[in-house]
């Protein structure tokens, strides 16, 4: 098995000037080809920053000033519910040149960027980038209808060199996911009623095997269920302030 390494949590890192600062968790992960550095902005939130490239997901600007982060390579769009799609926050981090990737139905409101759908393969800034299945298969909102319904989201799993990083945008478990190889860092929902329960999480993380899981966009749901169930399974649990 390829030996995988990474370095620890290394703290806070601070966007913006002295007369206004935002600080937000920060993980360093080593690969083959340079540092990776996962910034952990909120809820299902994310920056990477890799090789002088920055790639942003579901940028929301209820959760940060985006004017003072650093302009992306890539955005990442995962499905069109407004705590996902924000056009002021894409259009904050944007500048000439950034390659937006997005479904078709986020497509349709913003009347840009590049539709990708799952099980498409993008190249983005130089990365390999997959779009994979995201939809419930369980919860459901008052009228039966899945609040995520299958086909209308996007989940992406990022090459970055030897490490594959899988973003698992809102989902629950489904039968595909055990087809993923090879996944080194898997960041997943835990939000009930919407996403995953702690169980269901637990579940997904024995089939996918990463060497890290990061719950993210969990809200209220409680961390340390997720962190009991997996103990002893080799998986080590990352939690950040993602709710």
């Given amino acids: 098995m390829r030996k995988f390494v990474y370095a620890l949590l290394i703290g806070i890192i601070t966007f913006g000037g002295s007369a206004f600062s935002q600080e937000f968790q920060t993980d360093i992960i080593k690969t083959m080809a340079g540092d990776l550095e996962i910034t952990f902005i909120g809820h299902g939130t994310l920056m990477f920053k890799y090789q002088e490239k920055i790639i942003h997901v579901d940028p929301w600007a209820r959760l940060a000033d985006y004017s003072k982060f650093p302009k992306a390579d890539v955005i990442l769009i995962t499905h069109d519910h407004g705590d996902h799609l924000d056009p002021k926050a894409i259009e904050l981090v944007s500048k000439e040149g950034t390659e937006l990737l997005l479904t078709e139905k986020c497509y349709k409101q ?11 393969y993008v190249p983005a800034a130089g990365l390999p980038i997959e779009a994979v299945p995201a939809y419930n298969t369980m919860a459901r909102k008052g009228n039966g209808k899945p609040y995520h319904p299958k086909g209308e989201g996007n989940g992406y799993v990022i090459s ?3 490490i594959r990083v899988y973003i698992g945008g809102d989902t629950e478990y489904y039968p ?26 637990a579940i997904c993380a024995k089939v996918i095997k990463p060497q890290i899981l990061y719950p993210y966009h969990y809200g209220d749901t ?4 997720l962190v009991r169930l997996l103990m002893g399974s080799g998986i080590d649990v990352r939690i950040r302030d993602m709710k």
């Fill in 110 to 120: 913003l009347k840009k960027g590049k539709i990708v759908r799952n099980g498409d």
């Fill in 160 to 162: 970055f060199s030897d």
């Fill in 176 to 201: 595909d996911m055990e087809k993923m190889q090879l996944i080194n860092i898997a960041i997943l929902p835990m939000n009930l009623p919407y996403t995953m329960t702690p169980q269901m999480l």
């Fill in 222 to 225: 409680k961390t340390g269920i």
